[in-house]
């Protein structure tokens, strides 16, 4: 089987705070890099998944257009080795299952456990990066099927 990994975007690569109120219009573009994010995806794109890394992300067409300008501002696609062509967006949380079936992901990392849970007939390795509390509370049930990880540091070691 080839290895495909999958990996949200907001507050696993782009990093907002847990508490913070919705993005009014261009704060997206302010926004911070999560911690090692880049780095990190660099190393697993040359070290294990190659050209095989797909950002998947759940938003509205606003957050869409202004996720692909901090994308390409950041320079993101440049420093981690990631196809621009390998990013894909839907609207509805349950919608990343379909994407993650069509595409062949065999890895994914994501924020929230809900949309995990939505993975778990597909995906055969799913990855809970910084959860919320009170989301891990809501859909506990899924948290045996998961693995938690705290860090992009953590997280690379784990695949690496």
């Not at 089987?1 to 690569?13: A, F, N, P, Q, S």
């Not at 704060?27 to 998944?49: K, N, Q």
Request: with cysteine; glycine share 4%.
């Amino acid at each position: 089987m080839i290895e495909k990994l999958g990996v949200d975007i907001g507050r696993v690569i782009i990093d907002r705070p847990r508490d913070a109120p919705r993005a009014q219009t261009g704060d997206a573009l302010l926004a911070d890099v999560v911690p090692d994010a880049i780095i990190s995806l660099h190393r697993l794109a040359t070290e294990r998944f190659h050209d095989r890394i797909f950002l998947v992300s759940k938003c509205g067409a606003r957050r869409q257009e202004e996720t692909l300008l901090w994308l390409i501002k950041s320079r993101f696609y440049d420093l981690t080795g990631i196809w621009p062509s390998h990013t894909y967006f839907c609207r509805q949380r349950h919608e990343k299952a379909d994407i993650c079936r069509n595409l062949g992901i065999t890895h994914f990392v994501d924020d929230r456990l809900e949309i995990l849970g939505y993975l778990t007939k597909t995906v055969k390795r799913l990855y809970l990066f910084r959860p919320r509390p009170d989301e891990v509370q809501k859909f506990i049930q899924f948290l045996p099927l998961v693995r938690r990880v705290e860090s992009w540091k953590e997280m690379t070691d784990e695949l690496l």
